[in-house]
């Protein structure tokens, strides 16, 4: 998507509290693409989800996956995902 569009994209999900959900792999395994920056990155960070694994990275076996989730549905993460280890915080979490 072009980057003008992740702003307004961005934009739209700031000014109506809406939810942006990204998946996290745009470039990232091609060297050769300049990769965009993501909505997360261009927008504000209470208005955007940013979800990926780790499968195509390391092995399908692995099955781990992550979520950036907005300050707002952090909690809503860890009930929705009890067996996950969303409970611990990471430094960004402090943010």
């Known amino acids: 998507m072009p980057t003008e569009r992740r702003l307004a994209l961005a934009a739209w999900a700031r000014e109506s509290g809406g939810l942006v959900l990204e998946p996290a792999f745009d470039g990232l395994f091609n060297p050769s693409l300049s990769p965009r920056p993501s909505v997360l990155a261009l927008g504000d960070a209470g208005s955007t989800a940013m979800v990926g694994s780790f499968c195509d ?29 969303a409970s611990r915080r990471s430094p960004a979490s402090s943010r």
């Open 57 to 85: 990275l390391l092995t399908p076996t692995l099955r781990l996956s992550f979520a950036v989730v907005p300050r707002r549905l952090a909690g809503r993460s860890r009930r929705a995902c009890p067996r996950a280890t």
